[in-house]
């Protein structure tokens, strides 16, 4: 067989202008690259070590127990909590929905991850964006000393003072000017972001250095960052930023504005709205002036909405709830609600009246605006939309706003309440677990397609609380006696894999429990 010499530059000649033009074949030149690969690498001299790292930070942190490191392990693998694989989901729990939940366990208990898993711990929050915040408090600085040497991990160094690459420390005020005046859009959002939540502020202090230099959208983020602390202390930055050359901006800062019910904006929006709404009727504005204008009043309205009811809306919005009851000679929320509107006015109305609500977190107007769970929704004295009574409820205590979504279940079954139940706090226990536990036992009984509650069963199997696993046996059971084929066999698939799932999650907990 022919051979082809020479060094590893005449070889690569070759084979790009093609073996015929150098005297050789395909076959020689493949056996000549092989004898000059060997030989380069044989001629290699080893590089100098370069330093090694310091040692990880220690954490003084307790690891979780045995057991419950074991199941950490296999939540990161993900792996089936059944023996066996393939073909569909069936009773088994879904242990990647598991894993903030036992994330969570943990860091209410003070646990540090075990050093072994940290690493899967990294790639498992580089995955998911949701499990960030719990995993890297638990991966704690051995977390962030790997990220620092693994560049996959560099979104760890984000979230907090400490190394480079990470946040300075605040008490370093050149670092924090420094990082404030040169560093990247995602870093000093996080600087002004955990200023913030040391001292409120020193964020508006902080932005007052280069606002004015900001480009418009950069300006938009960072005041939007100000709603966490918001308070009357914000206020002097917020009016001036009503005068900023960006509508979006303009807008934002009156939002913000309005939140505050002692703010100028408040008081000059509530001039404008009582003058417009009180117990002898409504005269919505004539027009949309200057300064409605300048405090965050939209003038264009969207398509099918008349200019004055639009208007109407912005202004209701944005006033002080409390300026009402004195507008309405002393009556309460409910009683105004109560009272009759003129026509063609009360649903837009109650619409900006619950805008105001949840803006100004108010938990009386909220309840008067949501009525009885009871009733149907389009009866409800503020708004029959899901969407805004889920956010009506968000604003009421935990215990007020479970038994509110237990009623609306007991009344209307499952099929609207998904969206609700999203705003309940885990775990769902006592009287809304057990609505929801015989809601979808009623929606079985009644032969209701399965696929259609897939939603509000992945939603139970992670916030029903495990002790409710018991009330599930019958139903279980009845579920099962139904399992031929068809829906049946589906909804005894989905009891048995929320009873696993439950029964799973007290066993969690019960791993995380610290040794006595």
């Known amino acids: 067989m022919e051979t082809l010499g020479g060094d590893w530059e005449e070889l690569v000649g070759a084979a790009l202008l093609g073996t015929e033009r150098r005297q050789g074949s395909p076959e020689a030149l493949l056996d000549a690259a092989a004898v000059q690969t060997v030989r380069r690498r044989a001629g290699l001299r080893p590089a100098e070590a370069g330093p090694r790292p310091e040692p990880a930070p220690r954490d003084p942190r307790p690891v979780p127990p045995e057991a419950a490191r074991r199941r950490l392990a296999q939540l990161l693998a993900g792996r089936s909590a059944a023996a066996g694989g393939g073909g569909r989901r069936g009773g088994a729990p879904d242990l990647t929905e598991l894993l903030p939940q036992w994330l969570a366990a943990a860091g209410r208990h003070g646990y540090r991850a075990p050093a072994a898993l940290v690493p899967a711990l990294l790639e498992a929050a580089r995955a998911r964006t949701d499990l960030r915040p719990q995993a890297l408090a638990l991966a704690g600085a051995r977390g962030l000393w790997l990220a620092r040497l693994n560049p996959d991990w560099r979104f760890a160094l984000r979230g907090g003072p400490g190394g480079a690459g990470a946040l300075p420390e605040l008490t370093d005020a050149a670092g924090v000017e420094r990082l404030w005046q040169e560093g990247l859009f995602a870093e000093r959002v996080a600087l002004l972001g955990a200023v913030r939540a040391q001292e409120p502020a020193g964020a508006t202090r902080l932005l007052a250095t280069t606002w004015a230099t900001e480009r418009a959208e950069d300006r938009l983020m960072f005041l939007d960052s100000l709603r966490v602390g918001l308070s009357e202390g914000d206020e002097p930055f ?29 008081g000059r929006m509530a001039e404008r709205a009582l003058a417009c709404v009180g117990p002898e009727g409504v005269i919505p504005p004539a027009e949309c002036d200057a300064g409605m204008l300048r405090d965050g009043v939209v003038k264009r309205p969207p398509a099918g909405r ?34 009759p509107t003129a026509e063609g006015w009360a649903e837009e109305l109650h619409a900006a ?63 609207e309440a998904f969206q609700l139940l999203g705003v309940c706090g885990v775990p769902w226990e006592g009287v809304l677990g057990r609505a929801v536990v015989d809601a979808l036992d009623a929606a079985r009984d009644a032969g209701s397609y ?8 992945g939603l139970a199997e992670r916030c029903l609380d495990p002790a409710v696993a018991g009330a599930l046996a019958e139903a279980d059971a009845d579920a099962a006696a139904d399992a031929d084929a068809g829906a049946g066999a589906y909804w005894a698939e989905a009891f048995q894999r929320l009873s696993a799932t439950l029964r799973l999650r ?6 995380l429990t610290p040794p006595p």
Request: net charge positive; charged share 20%.
């Open 238 to 266: 917020l009016e001036a930023a009503l005068g900023d050359r960006s509508r979006n901006v303009r807008a934002t800062a009156a939002e913000l504005l309005s939140a505050l019910p002692g703010s100028a904006l408040a």
């Open 353 to 415: 009246w619950c805008r105001a609500a949840v803006r100004q977190r108010d938990p009386e107007w909220s309840k008067a605006l949501l009525g009885s769970a009871a009733a149907p929704p389009a009866a409800g004295p503020g708004t029959a939309s899901i969407a805004e009574r889920a956010k009506l409820l968000s604003v009421l205590p935990e215990g007020e706003r479970a038994s509110w979504v237990a009623e609306f279940v007991r009344a209307h079954g499952l099929s």
């Open 306 to 339: 008349g200019e004055r009811a639009w208007w109407l809306g912005q202004l209701v919005e944005a006033a002080p709830l409390s300026r009402w009851r004195e507008r309405f000679g002393g009556l309460g929320p409910a009683e105004i609600l109560a009272r």
């Open 506 to 511: 007290a066993t969690m907990l019960t791993e």
């Open 450 to 457: 399965p696929w259609s509650f897939s939603g509000v069963m």
